[in-house]
């Protein structure tokens, strides 16, 4: 296990996450992007960018359903390019998943996600319980970019 800023990490789970993110890899307890294996042997290539890490907690957020991260990741993308502060002045709409506050403030309060227009672990969190209850239909308006 391993920390990430805040994040834990059980190892074997950042192993299998060498293909979905472009090429992880852990020595000791040190999480290395993109790192060349050379027999047992390591050669750093550079440290885990911010949009791996979201996307690393993503997929530990989903238990590692690859099909699941794969759709989530894909609207992230088109809904705000994994800006983690991106907020749409005229819709209302909040951080990666763009979680419109007119149509899910109250309810994301009940669940208590007090802090999801400025948590960006809160948004993921309540975009991936909106995709389990309503399924895609509240980013239907982006679908053309993700399907």
Do not use: H
Request: with cysteine; proline share 2%.
């Amino acid at each position: 296990m391993c920390k990430l800023k805040g994040i834990v990490v059980w190892l074997p789970t950042i192993i299998s996450l060498i293909g979905l993110l472009g090429g992880i890899y852990v020595t000791g307890k040190t999480v290395l992007a993109e790192a060349k294996v050379v027999g047992a042997t390591t050669a750093i290539l550079r440290p885990l960018t911010e949009k791996e890490i979201l996307q690393l907690y993503l997929f530990e957020a989903v238990k590692y359903d690859v099909q699941k991260y794969n759709l989530l990741k894909r609207i992230i993308t088109c809904e705000s390019r994994w800006d983690i502060m991106a907020y749409n002045e005229k819709s209302g709409d909040y951080g990666l998943f763009q979680i419109n506050e007119k149509w899910w403030d109250k309810k994301a309060k009940e669940l208590g996600f007090e802090n999801y227009k400025d948590d960006w672990k809160e948004n993921i969190q309540l975009g991936i319980w909106i995709y389990e209850n309503y399924g895609k239909k509240p980013w239907n308006w982006s679908r053309m970019c993700w399907k």
